[in-house]
């Protein structure tokens, strides 16, 4: 989408290299963003904040850095936009909320730091759905995003922000949350690539909790290899993430030429239904491409998929509930005065939480109280190690498993918000990944009903990322046309 | 058993059943879930860091130390430390900050142990748990400092995050000098290991108390929770308050509800704070951001094999050097004060350790574990006591005179006292002159009113200049009398 | 709808969250809970007998840190991102409704 007719990179792997040998300034790569931002920001609404000044700054002082030698970091000057859930210090961090905004967090998140030694460039905050929770991005405090290819349609969500960012050429990488499907569905619609680790890969340290058990960050990139490069970037154990794998930073970029030869890439028999036929026309190009480049496809059964959909409706929203308990007027943040404080705590949450937000509190709160937990979220904690291990038994006969990222491609502003269930739905092939914590991405394969970008949804097992990688850099390179 | 802690409650027939739940702050550097300072006493909200103020983004990571230190407590009172794992427990209230109280709920560290009083009873302990404390509020105008009628409140985050064990005892408690001897046990425990100071002053141990009474033989009543008792007397004054209160409603044909009541110290009663009906629903699940504590064997053996002698067994030790039962005052009181290595030190010197024991306890009770005095200089002086070298009297004028200077010889300060031994003959030389020149108290001693006794063994001590030992003056004069 | 939630299970619901909804709210959010608890009953039929819940994505256990101080947060700095505060600490009205 970026209109950079000369050839000036465009890649975070060109930027970077341009950058660390002095061929290019990070200054003018920065200015070249922020020119993009001022000529279509205002259509798209990607952001909650573009932080020019401070990117401006941060460019001078890169460029300095490498006037005098000094390694500037393997994404050096490169131009990211991070999702407004994580904490930068003494930045404004609102999670699209009105309960938060205004709040400048005293501390950075642990992913800040690591991009901050990493030489990338902080360019401003992206919209989401509010605390991520939705998947249009039209459930933000501040007004929707919308999708770059056509500003009818929502960007998906609820890192929608973020996807539309990339897409839009305001950044050359972003970083998004995924809970059940956060960046893996808004990059389908976006027509960019969008991965979800391996929980534990990347530190959840200063990312702001929706579902602690499912949250996962990861990144947004026009190329499979930019996401590896910022995936390698921001992974790596974290001391203060008690859920932190503790192992180095993943090892994905050097094997992402290995191709798909032999490799057992698997197609689910029983998967649920409900894909439009231009998404299920692309998937199985998909598998064919995959064949022609020398896999095997197998067909596999992973019956217990189709009910990843109410587990992660009862567990998601029953965390949530305690999760956002915090917001109460105390400490940071907004309050509504009143003559108690318990009236006050009230007043401040049912006026700072917007719908879906309050939906999903009440849905986990009850999931969880007394009389409902074995019910409900007790057995939904059962039902997700029962996909748990039905993904373990498919991985017995597959190396990676491919479906599609969105059931559909990007829907118009207003279609599904009358209708929660329906907006719901359209994380039925992202969620179990959450579930069960493997690694899953959405890599742009074609595109479907009126030219808008599909994506196919690539899932390997645990800490697998390097297949799940290949998979994704062999369907990068034959993208239907 | 000595009657004197289990001997019988009990009220119009009724007896009490009484559990214990003793939250415990932990002698640990951080808090429990991060790295801010766990001190008391520093200016409000200087303690504080995203996790402990439950910022937007802030993840608990667990203090080693402090899973040590409940092991310390947890294998102190024979408890079996297993797998265990956190849980958030939910409800409102401005001293709580993240809205949730990360606590252990069904899976605690310790479980099934039990703590013998001084006295041989056994109070069974169901668990010791890890959780956080809450942060502290003071209330702003109204009457002293109360919630009714403030008009705002103020929170400091310092103590919120701290680390707190709650140990939960079994309802095995029958009368209130048992609940009394077991939080004191409890806590010399605790000071023992070196898992908490314990000082209930401070408030780094709290006492709740489940209360209920019966017909003895009978189901258990309903119980109370009563919150708030905030010293060993305390814990004797409501448990007792709350189990006449029980008896008496019962006894007018009302019957118990369930609630947490409050103990008011000022008013020695306690008062409704809430019935079961609107307790709060706290929705307990597991933690999510925190895993699994599963503290492997070796851990588990080297933190056992590290603890110090129980004050049980140091009573024991006690008790049997001095010839003493292990509840004897003497014994508790030392015990209570660490003084006891040094009452066996002085035995060890060749002294006399009952004598010994008297003298710490009556005279040491400003010194630490290790009194000024050197073992050896008091063994001496218990030896001159035994040989008759000096009175009762004598020993304690040398014993203050060795604690003044720091030690000494004490046959040196005795001789410069002039404190000599009483020949026998010159004492009863003294006794005559005491019935010569009282003839009338002599005649009432002698006609058997004992009271007579004390001027005549005032004239002798008088005589001696008090070097006379009474019990052989009283000796002699009933000789005389009898004779 | 189904009456799989009542209006009364929902008003606790919302008191337990802190949350106030109009009666009108309330009817529609009993509404909406309904709907997606029908949803959601899909999994009455599994028989989940003798299956482990699954609170946490990876097996990990005894992650803990040493007992060593850190920096703490300015005081200054958080009191003046919180809605009030006085004396060196943060200020609610009365604690009134929530139990001493
Ligand atoms: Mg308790
Ligand atoms: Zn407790």
Redesign the pocket.
Same mark, same amino acid.
């Given at each position: 989408m970026t209109d950079l007719t000369d050839s000036f990179p465009t890649t975070a792997i060109d930027i970077a290299w341009n950058v660390r040998n002095n061929i290019v300034r990070a200054t003018e790569v920065v200015e070249r963003h922020l020119a993009e931002i001022e000529r279509r920001e205002d259509d798209i609404h990607a952001f909650n904040l573009v932080l020019a000044d401070e990117a401006r700054e941060r460019a001078a002082e890169i460029d300095d850095a490498v006037s005098v030698g000094r390694d500037v970091g393997p994404l050096a000057g490169v131009p990211i936009a991070l999702k407004d859930n994580m904490c930068t210090r003494g930045i404004p961090t609102t999670c699209s909320s009105k309960i938060l905004d205004g709040w400048r967090p005293p501390y950075d998140a642990t992913v800040v730091t690591k991009l901050r030694e990493a030489g990338a460039i902080v360019i401003g905050k992206t919209n989401l759905d509010e605390f991520a929770m939705g998947s249009s991005t039209e459930n933000s405090a501040f007004g929707p995003t919308r999708n770059p290819h056509d500003t009818t349609r929502v960007p998906g969500g609820s890192s929608g922000g973020s996807a539309a960012a990339v897409a839009a050429g305001f950044a050359a990488l972003s970083l998004g949350s995924d809970t059940g499907g956060s960046i893996r569905q808004p990059a389908a619609l976006c027509g960019v690539v969008g991965v979800k680790p391996t929980y534990g890969a990347v530190s959840r340290y200063g990312l702001i909790a929706f579902a602690s058990s499912l949250d996962q960050i990861g990144p947004f990139s026009t190329t499979v290899a930019d996401a590896s490069l910022l995936l390698e970037s921001i992974s790596g154990h974290d001391p203060l993430d008690s859920t932190s794998i503790r192992q180095g930073s993943l090892d994905i970029t050097r094997q992402l030429d290995f191709g798909v030869a032999g490799l057992r890439v698997g197609r689910i028999t029983d998967l649920p239904e409900g894909a439009s036929s231009d998404v299920v026309e692309r998937l199985e190009q998909a598998f064919d491409a995959l064949r022609d480049a020398g896999a095997e496809i197998v067909d596999v059964e992973v019956p217990a998929f189709t009910y990843g959909l109410t587990a992660y409706y009862l567990i998601a929203p029953a965390e949530a509930s305690s999760n956002l308990a915090r917001y109460d007027g105390v400490r940071f943040g907004n309050r509504v005065e009143a003559p108690d404080t318990n009236a006050m705590y009230t007043a401040t949450r049912t006026d700072g939480f917007g719908a879906e937000v309050k939906r999903r509190i009440m849905l986990g709160t009850y999931a969880l109280s007394a009389g409902y937990y074995d019910a409900y979220y007790g057995r939904a904690l059962k039902v997700r190690q029962r996909i748990a291990d039905d993904f373990a038994r498919a991985y017995e006969r597959a190396d990676v498993l491919l479906t599609p990222a969105s059931p559909t491609v990007a829907f118009h502003l207003g279609d599904k918000t009358s209708d929660p269930m329906s907006m719901y739905l359209c994380d039925t092939y992202t969620i179990p990944s959450n579930l069960t914590g493997e690694p899953a991405m959405s890599v742009p394969f074609g595109t479907g009903d009126d030219g808008l970008p599909v994506g196919v949804q690539v899932l390997a097992p645990a800490l697998q990322e390097a297949m799940m990688f290949r998979t994704a850099a062999v369907l990068e390179q034959r993208v239907p046309r | 058993m000595s009657d004197a802690i289990t001997s019988e409650w009990t009220f119009r027939g009724y007896e009490m059943v009484v559990g214990l739940?003793v @939250?415990v702050e932990l002698a640990t550097r951080t808090k429990l879930f991060s790295a801010s300072p766990n001190r008391f006493g520093d200016e409000p909200n200087t303690n504080i860091d995203p996790v402990t103020l439950g910022l937007p983004g802030a993840l608990p990571v667990l203090n080693r130390q402090a899973v040590e230190l409940a092991m310390r407590l947890g294998l102190a009172v024979n408890c079996t430390v297993q797998r265990s794992t956190f849980a958030r427990?939910n409800y409102f209230y401005p001293d709580m900050p993240k809205a949730y109280?990360i606590?252990q709920y069904d899976e605690p560290i310790c479980i099934d142990g039990w703590l013998d009083l001084p006295d041989g009873f056994r109070v069974g302990i169901e668990r010791a @748990?890890l &959780?956080e404390d809450t942060g502290k509020s003071t209330h702003v105008g109204g009457t002293g400092g109360r919630i009714h009628g403030s008009e705002h409140s103020l929170i400091d985050f310092n103590r919120a995050g701290v680390p707190?064990v &709650?140990i939960v005892s079994r309802p095995d408690i029958r009368t209130p000098e048992q609940a009394k001897a077991y939080v004191s046990e409890l806590r010399a425990i605790l000071v023992a290991v070196g898992a908490s100071d314990a000082k209930m002053e401070e408030g780094s141990m709290r006492v709740?108390a489940n209360v209920s009474v019966r017909l003895p033989g009978a189901e258990f009543g309903t119980r109370c929770e009563i919150k708030n008792v905030n010293s060993v007397r305390s814990v004797g004054r409501a448990i007792e308050y709350e189990a006449q209160r029980q008896v008496g409603m019962l006894e007018a044909g009302e019957s118990i509800r369930q609630e947490t009541r409050h103990w008011d110290e000022t008013d020695g009663r306690t008062h409704t704070l809430r019935s079961k009906e609107d307790a709060d629903d706290y929705r307990y699940f597991q933690e999510p951001d925190l895993v699994v504590v599963d503290p492997d064997p070796e851990w588990i053996e080297r933190v056992r094999f590290s603890l110090p002698v129980l004050p049980a067994a140091r009573r024991v030790l006690l008790a049997a050097a001095t010839g003493q039962r292990p509840d004897a005052e003497a014994i508790l009181v030392v015990t209570d004060r660490d003084q006891d290595a040094y009452v066996l030190a002085v035995a060890a010197a060749g002294g006399d350790a009952s004598r010994a024991l008297v003298h710490v306890k009556e005279a040491f009770a400003d010194e630490g574990a290790r009194p000024s005095v050197p073992a050896a200089a008091l063994a001496t002086l218990t030896r001159m006591e035994i040989d008759g070298e000096l009175t009762a009297t004598q020993a304690k004028q040398v014993l203050a005179e060795l604690a003044a200077g720091g030690g000494g010889d004490a046959r040196a300060i005795a001789a410069a006292k002039g404190f000599e031994a009483m020949d026998a003959s010159e004492l009863e030389t003294m006794v005559d002159a005491a019935i010569a020149a009282q003839p009338e108290a002599w005649a009432k001693y002698c006609s058997g009113e004992g009271k007579a006794l004390g001027a005549l063994v005032g004239a002798v001590m008088k005589e001696s200049r008090g070097q006379a030992d009474g019990k052989a003056v009283t000796a002699l004069l009933e000789r005389r009398r009898d004779a | 709808m189904s009456d799989r939630i009542t209006p009364e299970a929902v008003a606790k619901v919302a008191k337990l969250a802190r949350l106030s909804l109009s009666d009108d709210e309330l009817l529609h959010a009993t509404h909406q809970l309904s709907d997606m608890l029908d949803h959601f009953a899909d999994i009455d039929a599994l028989d989940l007998d003798g299956v482990t819940p699954m609170t946490h994505p990876t097996p990990i256990a005894n992650v803990m840190r040493e007992d060593i101080e850190m920096d703490c947060l300015d005081r200054d700095e958080v009191l003046a991102a919180a809605p009030a505060a006085e004396d060196g600490r943060f200020r609610v009205p009365p604690i009134i409704g929530l139990d001493d």
């Open positions: - | 739940e @939250h427990k109280q606590s @748990h &959780e707190l &709650e709740d | -």
